[in-house]
């Protein structure tokens, strides 16, 4: 069989970033449009085979600064994904010379900002507080949820199921997170957190992201468990979140949850048409 010859052959470049270890895959697909379909995402989300990934990001022309799309590891799609989106604004910022972005996606309209000293904040909108927003199967109060250990629900354009612990490092996140990411309350699946309070203004968190397993950090889920603590009166609407990778900051103000943190862009490279072949 002729080999593929890799100098003429479609190949596809991609850009690896983190924010504070939740990792991504970005493809910027502004000046020539990509197909991504399920099964080329698994190949990329796998951490042997592929590159490996918590989300895997697209960026596209929109009507602000750029449109995002986001897709989980397992080939899911994800209206909200807020570390991703701060790595692209910090990344769109540099490119543009902007202190300052609007940005689309199917949440809907984020604008992000230059914090200063490379901390980039994002404003994730209002959280979803209503049952069906979120969504859960019924009607129900959604601060305290009919599940042992009566966890919050709250939606930030993703459902999330925030469980308020004594010691997080106590939960075996793995068999915990996996038994309620697919609990029938939750018709779409749900993130899952385990969060432990330090203060009024500190909040030591864990996340199981559905369609991805544990992960060292999530903005949306930050998010989530702000103002999941702030709902139960157990913090102020500002607090600083400890994740196993590092820590956001997080204010739930009148214009929606503003979270800010460091970004890393590691690395761009390119998938090989040899690989692309593989996954089709």
């Not at 690896?16 to 020539?32: C, E, I, Q, T, Y």
Request: charge should be negative; charged fraction near 20%; include cysteine.
């Amino acid at each position: 069989m002729a080999r593929m010859n890799q100098k003429t052959a479609p190949s596809l470049p991609f850009m690896k970033m983190h924010g504070l270890g939740n990792d991504f895959v970005v493809v910027d697909a502004r000046s020539h449009a990509r197909s991504l379909p399920e099964k080329l995402v698994r190949g990329i989300a796998h951490r042997q085979m592929g590159i490996g990934f918590d989300q895997l990001t697209v960026i596209e022309n929109g009507s602000g600064d750029a449109h995002l799309t986001f897709y989980n590891a397992d080939g899911s799609t994800s209206a909200a994904c807020g570390n991703a989106t701060r790595c692209i604004a910090r990344y769109l910022m540099d490119e543009s010379g902007k202190d300052a972005l609007h940005l689309t996606t199917d949440r809907g309209d984020l604008y992000a900002q230059d914090a200063g000293n490379r901390i980039t904040s994002v404003n994730m909108g209002q959280p979803q507080l209503n049952w069906n927003e979120i969504p859960l199967r019924e009607e129900m109060d959604t601060l305290s949820l009919p599940i042992e250990g009566a966890p919050t629900a709250t939606g930030m354009g993703n459902p999330h199921c925030t469980f308020f612990v004594d010691d997080v490092s106590s939960i075996d996140l793995a068999a915990f997170g996996a038994a309620h990411e697919h609990h029938p309350l939750y018709p779409e699946r749900t993130n899952v957190q385990v969060a432990q309070i330090i203060g009024p203004d500190h909040i030591r968190m864990r996340v199981w992201e559905r369609g991805v397993g544990i992960t060292l950090a999530s903005g949306s889920s930050s998010c989530a468990t702000a103002v999941a603590a702030a709902r139960r009166g157990l913090t102020g609407r500002a607090v600083s979140i400890d994740l196993d990778g590092g820590t956001l900051h997080v204010d739930w103000r009148d214009d929606g949850v503003w979270m800010s943190g460091p970004t890393m862009h590691v690395a761009d490279g390119t998938f090989t048409a040899e690989f692309l072949a593989s996954c089709s």
